[in-house]
């Protein structure tokens, strides 16, 4: 079975920076995209950013500028830097990945837990 396991969340105040990590685990054959979503209170879950496997990027105009999005595809892990972080940032982030368990397996979206960003004004 695939887990996702994210780290990385907390708590910090308004211009801060936080890094958030997720790490694919078991049978994994191959990545397509990765990616950030996040959800807050009342709101719809929506993408962050999202990276492919040639590293090519995109961003929610949101945060473009002040987030980053990495992935090291040899550890099948993806990050995402966040600086200069504003209250409305403040979300559970979701990691995704979007990958085949097997050869002949068919493209499927995996998801971590979440881990909660709060933005202090």
């Known amino acids: 079975q695939v887990r996702l396991e994210e780290s990385g969340g907390g708590l910090v105040q308004a211009g801060g920076s936080l890094r958030l990590s997720c790490a694919a685990f078991?049978?994994?054959?191959?990545?397509?995209?990765m990616a950030w979503y996040r959800q807050a209170p009342g709101k719809q879950r929506e993408l962050v950013a999202a990276i492919t496997s040639g590293g090519r990027t995109n961003y929610a105009d949101s945060v473009k500028g002040r987030f980053t999005i990495s992935r090291d595809n040899v550890k099948n892990t993806v990050s995402l830097q966040m600086n200069s972080l504003k209250p409305e940032d403040t979300a559970v982030y979701y990691c995704n990945a979007d990958l085949r368990a097997t050869m002949r397996s068919a493209l499927y979206d995996y998801w971590g837990q979440g881990t909660q960003v709060t933005v202090s004004s």
């Open positions: 078991g049978r994994i054959f191959s990545i397509n995209a």
